[in-house]
């Protein structure tokens, strides 16, 4: 079994900034990707940062050049630095992984439980 466990939200005012980070632990042989999630209330859940096993990463458009998503492979953990933060990212944000297990072949999917984010004055 893989655990995902989130951490670093809390109560932030506009324009400042917060750092998200999302341990992996488990049964872990290898993580193909592993991105940042958000949903506000009344909303869907939309995708915020992607990385791959390779580095490569991808923003959501309203997030990009604010938010920077990167990896500590050796301690399986990925982080979301996010800057010039707005009313608008209020949101619980998830963890999200694309995980092989020891001994399997296919990949499965993991969430984390979601930390609350919030931006107000």
């Known amino acids: 079994q893989v655990q995902l466990v989130e951490s670093g939200g809390g109560l932030v005012q506009p324009g400042g900034s917060l750092r998200l980070s999302c341990a992996a632990s488990g049964s872990i042989f290898s993580i193909n990707v592993m991105n940042w999630y958000r949903q506000a209330p009344g909303k869907q859940r939309e995708l915020v940062a992607t990385?791959?096993?390779?580095?490569?990463?991808n923003y959501a458009y309203s997030v990009k050049g604010r938010f920077t998503i990167s990896t500590d492979n050796a301690k399986r953990t990925v982080y979301l630095q996010m800057n010039s933060l707005k009313p608008e990212d209020t949101a619980v944000y998830y963890c999200?992984?694309?995980?092989?297990?020891?001994?399997?072949?296919?990949?499965?999917?993991?969430w984390g439980q979601g930390t609350q984010v919030t931006v107000s004055s």
């Open positions: 990385v791959t096993r390779s580095g490569s990463t």
């Open positions: 999200n992984a694309d995980v092989v297990q020891s001994g399997e072949i296919r990949s499965r999917n993991y």
